[in-house]
């Protein structure tokens, strides 16, 4: 019988031990979000030090810590790509630290890899059982495909991440550098729910039916929609992000997945972030699966469940329903993530939707989020081909099938009510009445 302990212990070292692997030019992937390599990271500046390493490149996003590395002493040596900004992000970004990759999601590994992958895999794992497997745990966006094409495989051993189910082991024959650590994992409360969250909430959960699968982000709106789900039954999950409020959906058993026609009995996602109950939930949870984005994510497999049901955020909406959620004019905040693939599978499923949940205004009711045209220089995350529902605090605009003066009247309709002249003048100034 072969002796896997002793082969972890040959690979278990210091992080110091760990870097000593990394060479010159390396493009390094770590782990995202509650699978973020920590202690690791956290030593990664160190690599500067050494007379051979002169640049090292890193595929980085939604950074949850805050390292040595992003400092402006190390800009020569360390530079990062990103998918997906977070607020780290999105301050290295300006700083020129950081840039970012245009992608729809479910391809984001296929692309990467045509130009230039990465080489080195850096992640989190739980201990490794009797068959020498660790799983990855908590986030399996694009981890499994980057495991399977790196050179060199660098663990972190977190006794505190749960043991989820799905493709994400990994032997600890295929694992190069071993570092034991005890991090607490990052965590992020259920959001406070304002007034009108709760009302968009009731207004997404009524195009919400008995049996349909959903998929929600992450936030106030998607947490409120969550709870205004609770008199549903047997509603299914299948989405990118598992967050606090399906926890509960699942602990209440108002999520079954019973219904569903792909994974019956499932809950599907990429990657768990939020609270420790959802951590809790997840953990030998036989009901849950974590899989590679670009399966989860692939509109085509999205579409393989019946009566889907997409429901994201944005930063704006034009009033024919092109939809901004990257950023504003040129000015960049987060990515498209998977909100593309999520609408285009859910506009190709049987009875599926697709709905984008926004407050009508911003910058305490300053400004309108409903605009005759998106801010000049603002990327259009979903052509308005592909949206089925606008939903406000103020109601419904239903745009699927609807012609332009239509779209117009219901997005004036769900607007701030003292910017709603202002818009029917601008739809007659562009004409779009």
């Known amino acids: 019988m072969t002796d896997y302990q002793k082969i972890y ?47 090292i490149r890193i595929l980085y996003s939604l950074a949850n810590g805050d390292y040595p590395f992003f400092e402006d002493a190390y800009k020569d040596t360390f530079s990062l790509d990103s998918y997906f900004f977070g607020s780290t992000n999105r301050r290295l970004y300006q700083n020129g630290r950081c840039s970012y990759i245009p992608v729809n999601l479910h391809e984001a590994t296929k692309r990467k890899d045509s ?39 660098i663990l972190e051993i977190n006794p505190n991440l749960p043991v989820v189910n799905g ?117 030998n949870n036989p009901a849950i699966l974590m899989l590679p984005a670009e399966y989860v994510n692939n509109p085509a497999v999205i579409a393989k469940n019946d009566n889907m049901v997409a429901i994201n955020t944005a930063i704006q909406v034009d009033l024919t329903g092109q939809v901004g959620s990257e950023g504003i004019g040129s000015r960049h905040y987060s990515g498209s993530g998977g909100q593309t693939d999520m609408s285009q599978g859910a506009n190709h499923a049987k009875n599926g939707r697709s709905i984008i949940a926004l407050h009508s205004t911003v910058k305490n009711g300053t400004i309108s989020t409903i605009q005759p045209y998106l801010t000049p220089g603002t990327v259009v995350t979903l052509s308005r081909n592909c949206v089925d ?38 739809a007659q100034k562009w004409m779009l009445w």
Not at 126 to 144: A, E, F, Q, V
């Open 9 to 55: 212990n040959e690979k278990k070292g210091t992080v110091a031990e760990a870097l000593a692997i990394i060479s010159d030019g390396d493009y390094l992937a770590p782990g995202y979000c509650a699978n973020e390599p920590f202690t690791i990271l956290g030593q990664l500046h160190t690599l500067q030090d050494r007379e051979d390493i002169h640049k």
């Open 115 to 153: 130009h230039d992958g990465p080489n080195v895999y850096i992640g989190s794992a739980t201990p490794m059982d009797k068959h020498g497997y660790m799983r990855i745990s908590l986030c399996n966006m694009i981890d499994r495909h980057y495991m399977d094409q790196a050179e060199k495989i």
């Open 167 to 283: 493709d994400t082991e990994i032997h600890i024959r295929d694992v190069d550098r071993i570092v034991e650590v005890n991090t607490p994992l990052p965590t992020i409360p259920l959001s406070k729910i304002e007034k009108e969250d709760e009302e968009i909430g009731k207004y997404v959960a009524s195009l919400v039916h008995d049996g349909d699968t959903i998929q929600l982000g992450i936030g106030s709106i998607p947490d409120a929609i969550a709870l205004a789900l609770a008199d549903k039954k047997d509603l299914g999950i299948h989405t990118e992000m598992i967050n606090s409020g399906m926890a509960v959906l699942m602990q209440k058993g108002i999520v079954t997945n019973k219904k569903k026609t792909l994974h019956r009995g499932k809950t599907v996602g990429t990657f768990a972030f939020g609270d420790q109950n959802l951590y809790d939930c997840l953990d």
């Open 389 to 426: 529902y606008i939903v406000t605090e103020y109601g419904i605009a239903a745009l699927k099938g609807r012609n332009v003066r239509e779209r117009v009247e219901n997005l004036i309709a769900i607007a701030h009510p003292k910017f709603r002249d202002e818009l029917r003048e601008a």
